[in-house]
């Protein structure tokens, strides 16, 4: 029997150090530093079996290889010696900046959706074309010459083209109508001013559309006069998802730079509200209804927040559908409404 409880002893003890060898290769040994927070697994009273992770504690000092003196804060035994596997790091949460005072005069951002409501008045724009220093004063001049003869369209009034415009697929889904957002007092006065605003602009009108999309104002990140303007937007979560995708390409940001890296000359042209210049079709228009307190609206002209908006634009502005001639047209309309155009000389 002795040599039997031998022969039993001798291959546990193989079997335990084949697991322990097993077990070592995923295991890496932690380091922790005097003054460390860590995590401490503990066991639940009264359930000894039960353990939960407690802490943060901090490290006192390391006794062994792989055990640590622990400062557990508590009355009965506020100091205990610890195993490493009963340990894990603690992490601080980064600092959550809940209100931020700056002074305004100093601290310029830029506006990525333009002010259109407060340009409608405004005459054309030709003095505001940036012109490279390194072209000659005959360049220049043969420039301003040109932008001359084109006045009429640099403007802060956007147009309207004539050869495409923006379509809205839902197949045979059912209208989607979401309830009006609840909105306080002077909320409610700012979206009527807004709305008027774009029905003189001629960019909404008057709705009898079973479809309902709810409206909601966003800070805008200027202020005028001490006062914290809004911007109009219409929530089209509801419409996007029932809406079919456009698979017209988008181009790479990479590829495009590689197609004007030959060019030799580049203009790049800011559209004014490039959006808002491609009609709706018929049947688009009541997908785009919006409803508030005053009435129910829909627009007539495409508008940042439709799913396949980008693609319309890029395929609006594609180099078959201009009936130009340039070396190269290189779109940017997935992110804004600028277009680039290189020539390889003069």
Sequence with gaps: MA???????????????LQKQWHDQKVALIQYQPGQKVWVLEPV??????????GPHIIVEKKGEVTYLVDLGTARSPLRVLHVNRLKPYYDRADLTLLMATDEGQEEESDPLPDLFSSTEQEALVEGVILADCLTAEQKDHCINLLGQFSELFSTVPGTTSWCEHTIDTGDSMPVKSKIYRQPDHVRDCIKQEVQKMLELGVVEHSESPW???????????????KREMRFCVDYRGLNQVTKTNAHPIPRADELID???????LSTFDLTAGYWQIKLSEDAKAK???STIGGHYQFTVMLFGLKNAPATFQRCIALDNIHVDPLFLCVEGRYNDSVTVGFPSN
């Design 259 to 265: 197609t004007l890296a030959s060019a030799k000359y």
């Design 212 to 226: 309902a999309s709810p409206v909601v104002l966003v800070p805008k990140p200027h202020s005028k006069d001490g």
């Design 3 to 17: 040599e039997y409880m031998k022969k039993a002893s001798k291959n546990l003890q193989a079997s335990q150090e």
């Design 45 to 54: 009273a009264p359930r000894a079996l039960q353990d939960k992770w407690s």
């Design 288 to 290: 785009t209804a919006f």
